[in-house]
């Protein structure tokens, strides 16, 4: 069992890795080759880096290039994170930013497209695929996304909402600075991201896992250590061999869906699961908040 866990948590270390140098690569490409020459801007750190990098041009005739700023904001942001959130989360969020960081000094700035429009679609896009794909598996892009997660523990306010009103302040500043038209095309830009996060992360949708497992004891306990959420055991049978096992039954959110395929995977590989949509729920089901106050709860 235990040369099993180590194999599965190289596995997945491994995953995590290959996410991190992807989307920062892919980042990088968003900014220097469609944003940065269309006066286009990003979400969050990177945006307001670009605005920065132009201030200090237009101002003090002073060229700094953007992933320089972006790491300058990102390693006071990491250690906030590191002392409010936890390691895990920062570490793989903060290696993000770095290489996104790294990439956009090395790669070359250039123009791929003259048209303002296509410049803002795909640049937004490109981030949301960065964006999303971090966030799906257990982390972020760094910078305010860390910040949105520290203020939403500490003032309610759901990631969604602080998100919006940051990106709006750098939507506002990209008018007065830059030009109006600018601004048009980055709500542009940061729609198309939002409409990829959302379509690649879909922490929002719930699932329905049917588990069938010779080993649910194992399995519960797991789920149990890993997830606050019901559990209910429906007794079943294999057709072909007879052998007895059950059915566990769980409504999860979509974006839970990692640790619990990892954890059904690490306790019987030879498992079954079946997810199916899941329109509406009535009744208890926990978000974030909630899960982590319990969480709190039990510790003490």
Same mark, same amino acid.
């Given at each position: 069992?235990?040369?099993?866990q180590?194999?599965?948590?190289?596995?997945?270390f491994?995953?995590?890795c290959?996410?991190?140098?992807g989307?920062a690569?892919?980042?990088?490409?968003?900014?220097?080759?469609?944003?940065?020459?269309?006066?286009?801007?990003?979400?969050?750190?990177?945006?307001?880096? =670009?605005?920065?990098?132009?201030?200090?041009?237009?101002?003090?005739?002073?060229?700094?290039n953007?992933?320089?700023l972006?790491?300058?904001?990102?390693?006071?942001?990491?250690i906030?994170?590191w002392?409010?959130?936890?390691?895990?989360?920062?570490?793989?969020s903060f290696?993000?930013?770095?290489?996104?960081?790294?990439?956009?000094?090395v790669l070359?700035? =250039?123009?791929?497209?003259?048209?303002?429009?296509?410049?803002?679609?795909?640049?937004g896009?490109?981030?949301?695929?960065g964006?999303?794909?971090?966030?799906?598996?257990?982390?972020s892009?760094?910078?305010?996304?860390?910040?949105?997660?520290?203020?939403?523990?500490?003032?309610?306010?759901?990631?969604?909402?602080?998100?919006?009103?940051?990106?709006?302040?750098?939507v506002?500043?990209?008018?007065?600075?830059?030009?109006?038209e600018?601004?048009?095309?980055?709500?542009?830009?940061l729609?198309?991201?939002?409409?990829v996060?959302?379509?690649?992360?879909?922490?929002?949708?719930?699932?329905?896992a049917?588990?069938?497992?010779?080993?649910?004891?194992?399995?519960?306990?797991?789920?149990?250590?890993?997830?606050?959420r019901?559990?209910?055991?429906?007794?079943?049978?294999?057709?072909?061999?007879?052998?007895?096992?059950?059915?566990?039954m769980?409504?999860?959110?979509?974006?839970?869906?990692?640790?619990?395929?990892?954890?059904?995977q690490?306790?019987?590989?030879?498992?079954?699961?079946n997810?199916?949509?899941?329109?509406?729920?009535?009744?208890?089901?926990?978000?974030?908040?909630e899960?982590?106050?319990?969480?709190?709860?039990?510790?003490?």
């Amino acid at each position: 069992m235990q040369a099993m866990q180590a194999i599965i948590d190289r596995k997945d270390f491994a995953i995590k890795c290959t996410v991190i140098i992807g989307a920062a690569l892919i980042n990088a490409i968003a900014l220097n080759f469609f944003l940065i020459p269309g006066n286009i801007f990003s979400a969050g750190i990177n945006g307001i880096s =670009q605005i920065l990098s132009i201030l200090a041009l237009k101002w003090f005739q002073f060229h700094i290039n953007t992933g320089w700023l972006i790491l300058l904001f990102n390693i006071p942001i990491g250690i906030l994170g590191w002392l409010k959130i936890g390691r895990g989360f920062t570490v793989y969020s903060f290696l993000t930013s770095f290489f996104t960081s790294v990439l956009a000094v090395v790669l070359p700035v =250039q123009t791929l497209s003259h048209n303002a429009l296509l410049s803002a679609l795909f640049g937004g896009i490109l981030t949301g695929a960065g964006v999303g794909y971090t966030l799906k598996y257990g982390f972020s892009t760094g910078g305010l996304d860390i910040i949105a997660v520290i203020l939403e523990k500490t003032t309610g306010k759901t990631i969604g909402s602080l998100m919006i009103a940051i990106n709006l302040v750098i939507v506002i500043l990209a008018g007065t600075l830059v030009g109006w038209e600018n601004a048009m095309y980055t709500v542009i830009s940061l729609y198309g991201m939002s409409r990829v996060v959302d379509a690649i992360h879909t922490r929002h949708q719930k699932l329905t896992a049917f588990i069938v497992t010779t080993k649910p004891d194992e399995v519960i306990d797991d789920l149990n250590g890993t997830l606050i959420r019901g559990v209910t055991i429906l007794p079943a049978q294999g057709a072909y061999k007879r052998r007895p096992g059950a059915m566990l039954m769980v409504v999860i959110s979509r974006y839970e869906l990692y640790e619990l395929e990892h954890v059904v995977q690490t306790v019987d590989r030879n498992s079954f699961v079946n997810l199916v949509s899941t329109v509406d729920i009535e009744g208890n089901f926990y978000d974030e908040t909630e899960q982590l106050k319990l969480k709190r709860e039990e510790a003490q």
